[in-house]
């Protein structure tokens, strides 16, 4: 009988160990999403520089994640002061979890899940600031966002015992707040320092359209980031074998609640997007984005036509915001701050407003005015240290290209390959051939 | 170089190379560490050396790009009536095919 039960216990163990994993790989596809999606959003001379820096931000946010982000996750959920519990200490680089050890087989596979949670901050970030960023300022920037920033923010409101929950109620399962609101204010911090493209607005302020060299590109990018959204949102719920799966808080959900609003959040933001914009692609297809990050927070609990409406606020609002933020002279390339930043706080709040009463098993029960205090804490997390490591950044003349490099293109002044060296041209049809060669056997 | 902490997989539990919290370790930890400062400021060398020599070459390919590049317009009238023109051409084509 022990044996049976050692067994059953084992196949748990293993099925959670694949599922994440194929978590992880899903949310890669959030990555090459991004590339694609700033490779199209760039200018010609800057495409294998904007596509170069989605593949530091995986290089430079892995390790230093391993290095501090783990262990800030485990050691800062009750704010400034870090514990030393046992749980604490197993996070550190050096400990016996930290590596391959056949007794644990849970810690690898939840750091790899935050690890590719934190590379996600980073790459929303990476798409606001192209073609002027430094790529060295970039990866500082990225790795102290990935690293540090957001995990912090994950440890507060994103952790069973995080002091978001436990004084509050917090709720935002799928970390609306602690991932993208984060990443979007820490972006806005960092472009009001870094300062808009040329030529994006004219002598009098008057912002300009940079049009994407291939929006073709941009929107199969924001495809791919839907797919991987299934494997970030996946890895935001705790596999229990032989139990009902729960939320990061200890509540009991599943997956078939999640696909419900996940979906309809998906539909429901395309189509906000639509009707704000009249059918601008660019906007239509981050209104997607919109409107999954829009249902996320209370993904386990809405209702999915409510999803579906909280969904159609938020990619409506999106084009709105961006183009606000646009006129006040930030320069957000992809709408980061809008789609990510200003959405994943509406998110919050419409769990707040939704799903007040809500009973939490470790704190308060899910209320709008908890759900307004972490918003609030949220937006200075992230925009404090990005406003103030760029400024510094700025200061030191370490954050912005020089004006002959972004005249010229980063592409040629940094990136040792041509992206299109025979350019794109048109290619004739066969018929063409046959044509030409039978006219000129007539000649 | 013997790396192994463990004689026998039998009850063995963290078994990666060295062993947690040996020496090995902390070496590791250092040469990552180094290793991560080393790659930034790589980066960073070879910014400031294309920056450099953009700079320097800038002047010179403005000059060139003025003298060869027609600036940038918006399609005329005619310009447009071609394309809308190709346009139709193309249609047609397909129609007979």
């Known amino acids: 009988m022990e044996e049976l039960n050692q067994s059953v216990e084992m196949i748990g163990l293993t099925s959670m160990e694949a599922y994440y994993w194929w978590c992880i790989a899903f949310m890669i596809l959030i990555h090459a999403g991004f590339m694609s999606y700033e490779v199209g959003v760039s200018r010609v001379k800057n495409v294998l520089a904007s596509a170069m820096k989605n593949l530091m931000t995986l290089a430079v946010v892995i390790p230093s994640f391993y290095i501090v982000g783990w262990w800030i996750y485990n050691a800062f959920p009750d704010g400034f002061i870090p514990r030393t519990d046992e749980l604490a200490m197993a996070a550190l680089p050096w400990s016996a979890n930290m590596g391959p050890n056949i007794a644990d087989h849970e810690s690898g596979i939840f750091w790899g899940a935050f690890a590719l949670f934190a590379a996600t901050t980073a790459s929303i970030l990476s798409g606001s600031v192209i073609e002027r960023i430094r790529m060295s300022a970039f990866v500082i920037l990225a790795a102290l966002l990935g690293s540090v920033v957001w995990i912090l923010a994950g440890a507060w409101g994103w952790h069973g015992e995080g002091w978001f929950l436990t004084q509050f109620g917090y709720h935002d399962v799928g970390a609306a707040g602690v991932v993208h609101a984060i990443a979007g204010f820490f972006a806005l911090g960092v472009l009001m320092n870094l300062g808009p493209r040329l030529g994006k607005y004219a002598a009098k302020g008057k912002p300009l359209k940079l049009s994407p060299h291939n929006l073709p590109a941009s929107m199969l990018g924001l495809m791919l980031i839907f797919v991987g959204f299934f494997g970030f949102l996946g890895g935001c719920i705790i596999v229990i074998s032989g139990e009902n799966w729960i939320t990061i808080y200890g509540t009991p959900t599943n997956l078939s609640a999640f696909a419900f609003n996940a979906l309809m959040g998906l539909s429901g933001g395309i189509i906000g997007s639509y009707i704000a914009t009249k059918g601008e692609p660019f906007w239509v297809a981050s209104g997607g984005l919109a409107g999954v990050i829009s249902v996320a927070s209370g993904l386990d609990l809405f209702h999915p036509m409510l999803a579906f409406v909280i969904a159609v606020i938020g990619g409506f609002i999106a084009p709105y915001i961006g183009s606000f933020l646009e006129r006040k002279n930030i320069d957000d390339a992809v709408g980061a701050v809008s789609v990510h930043g200003f959405v994943g706080i509406w998110s919050i709040l419409a769990t707040g407003i939704f799903a007040s009463g809500y009973p939490n098993l470790n704190g308060p029960d899910i209320s709008l005015a908890g759900q307004a205090i972490c918003a609030v804490v949220v937006m200075a997390l992230g925009f404090i240290p990005g406003y103030g490591v760029s400024y510094m950044m700025k200061k030191m003349n370490m954050l912005r290209i020089p004006y002959e490099a972004e005249r010229m293109g980063l592409d040629l002044t940094e990136v040792p390959a041509v992206a299109y060296p025979e350019g794109i041209p048109s290619t004739p049809e066969k018929e063409d051939f046959v044509s030409k060669s039978s006219s000129d056997k007539i000649g | ?97």
């Open chain 2, 1 to 97: 170089m013997n790396t192994s902490p463990i004689t026998s997989w039998e009850g063995a539990e963290a078994y990666f190379t060295f062993g947690p919290g040996s020496l090995g370790i902390a070496v590791s930890f250092l040469a990552a560490i180094s290793l991560f400062v080393l790659f930034i400021s790589t980066m960073v060398r070879h910014e400031n050396r294309s920056f450099a020599e953009v700079s320097e070459i800038f002047p010179a390919m403005e000059r060139e790009a003025a003298q060869e590049w027609k600036p940038e317009t918006a399609p005329t009238s005619s310009v447009a009536s071609s394309y809308a023109k190709s346009l139709l051409v193309s249609e047609e084509k397909t129609q007979i095919l």
